[in-house]
């Protein structure tokens, strides 16, 4: 079984920056792909960004040169840093594994954090 946690959402201005950190325990996190979804209200959960345990990345477009998904794998951490906040980033941000490794089936998810962006 593994557990995500993430941390570090809140509130900033349009064109503000904000870190999102996500620590997992309970498993081999260096064979995992990892990755960050977000909800908004009233919409459905979207992909943001993936890292797998290769360690090559996907975006979606929207957030392609503004946000950087990266992987510590001695703390067992993924981060999201996210430059140039939007309001449309406004969301609920969460943590999700790939125990295959391969970023296209995701098996655990994180509580979310909440990230709002006020224009």
């Known amino acids: 079984q593994v557990q995500l946690v993430e941390s570090g959402g809140g509130l900033v201005q349009a064109g503000g920056s904000l870190s999102l950190s996500c620590a997992a325990s309970g498993g081999t996190f260096s064979s995992y792909a990892m990755g960050w979804f977000r909800q908004a209200p009233g919409k459905e959960r979207e992909f943001v960004a993936a890292i797998r345990r290769s360690g090559g990345r996907t975006y979606t477009d929207s957030v392609k040169g503004r946000f950087t998904i990266s992987r510590d794998n001695a703390k067992n951490t993924v981060y999201l840093q996210m430059n140039s906040l939007k309001p449309e980033d406004t969301a609920v941000y969460y943590c999700?594994?790939?125990?295959?490794?391969?970023?296209?089936?995701?098996?655990?998810w994180g509580q979310g954090t909440q990230v709002t962006v006020s224009s």
């Open positions: 999700s594994a790939d125990i295959a490794g391969w970023g296209t089936s995701y098996d655990y």
